[in-house]
């Protein structure tokens, strides 16, 4: 069993960056594909990203491809997402999620943090 927290969430202006972190327990993390997901008000969740257990596959939704780029460091038990030209349409709340399998739906992840906000004005 894994348990996530996600960091790094804020409010910024149209144009600027931010990263997550999602620092995760136990032992077994280099063990898992990681995920990240957002769901904005009165939306379904969305698949944002996700890496393999070892870094060598990532996956992206068409909208971030070229500004967000998911990352791990199985050393410290962390996944990250730089968030780059964010957007409005960015705002969201964002999960980070675990599972064995390197998967792009929500219903197929096992394990998922709290959430951070992340809030983009134009």
């Known amino acids: 069993q894994v348990q996530l927290v996600e960091s790094g969430g804020g409010l910024v202006q149209a144009g600027g960056s931010l990263r997550l972190s999602c620092a995760a327990s136990?032992?077994?993390?280099?063990?898992?594909?990681m995920g990240w997901f957002r769901q904005a008000p009165g939306k379904e969740c969305e698949f944002v990203a996700a890496?393999?257990?070892?870094?060598?596959?990532?996956y992206y939704t068409d909208s971030v491809k070229g500004r967000f780029t998911i990352s791990r460091d199985n050393a410290k038990n962390t996944v990250y997402l730089q968030m780059n030209s964010l957007k409005p349409d960015d705002t969201a709340v964002y999960y980070c999620?675990?599972?064995?399998?390197?998967?792009?739906?929500?219903?197929?992840?096992?394990?998922w943090g709290q959430g951070t906000q992340v809030t983009v004005s134009s």
């Open positions: 999620a675990a599972d064995h399998a390197l998967e792009t739906t929500s219903w197929a992840y096992d394990y």
């Open positions: 136990g032992r077994t993390f280099s063990s898992y594909a």
């Open positions: 890496i393999s257990w070892s870094g060598g596959r990532t």
